[in-house]
């Protein structure tokens, strides 16, 4: 069994990539022995569809499973089209993403959790890199969408921010400890 884990480095003590198209590296792990191999994505730059290139590269792979944080449209349709359970959600280290697959704790997901685009960077918004499109475009709406219609839309996003979010103060906890240690 294998197993892709999206990453944004190339060893099991990487910080998960909640990007599935546009991550860095692809974890392909056998959970039960633990072995593993860091595949760089060659999609993440990709001008678009990265997600479906994606998809493909995890399908010629030969991988039974794939654990993200967020899968658009294009990408789930392939990997569930190959038969590939995808379970999204997933945060922190791909470790700790192995931990909660093993245990059970992740559930298949039953469709896209982002919608056509998520991980494209903004242009000319003013918005950082890798923040997304607009949300009326990420979400196929328009403004004149019904109020409750754009919150929804917008749920995705926000989540996929917040583990961002969590991720990054993660991150600076264990710079500032080595830090720290270092100055010892």
């Not at 860095?24 to 990265?50: C, H, K, L, R, W």
């Not at 995808?86 to 245990?103: C, D, I, P, Q």
């Amino acid at each position: 069994m294998k197993i892709a884990i999206t990453s944004s480095g190339d060893n099991l003590d990487s910080q998960m990539d909640p990007r599935f198209g546009r991550c860095q590296y692809f974890m392909i792990v056998d959970p039960d022995t633990m072995d593993f191999e860091a595949m760089p994505n060659e999609s993440a730059m990709a001008s678009g569809g990265a997600g479906i290139q994606a998809a493909q590269t995890i399908v010629n792979v030969g991988i039974n499973g794939v654990i993200t944080g967020n899968v658009g449209p294009n990408a789930f349709e392939v990997l569930s089209a190959a038969g590939i359970e995808t379970m999204t959600g997933a945060s922190g280290t791909v470790r700790h993403a192995l931990e909660l697959y093993k245990s059970g704790s992740l559930q298949s997901t039953a469709g896209a959790t982002v919608g056509s685009h998520a991980g494209m960077p903004a242009m000319g918004s003013g918005q950082g890199a890798g923040q997304g499109m607009g949300m009326e475009h990420m979400a196929g709406k328009s403004a004149q969408d019904a109020p409750g219609q754009a919150l929804a839309a917008k749920e995705p996003h926000i989540l996929m921010l917040e583990k961002e979010l969590e991720e990054i103060e993660l991150r600076l906890a264990q710079m500032k400890k080595k830090l720290i240690d270092m100055k010892k």
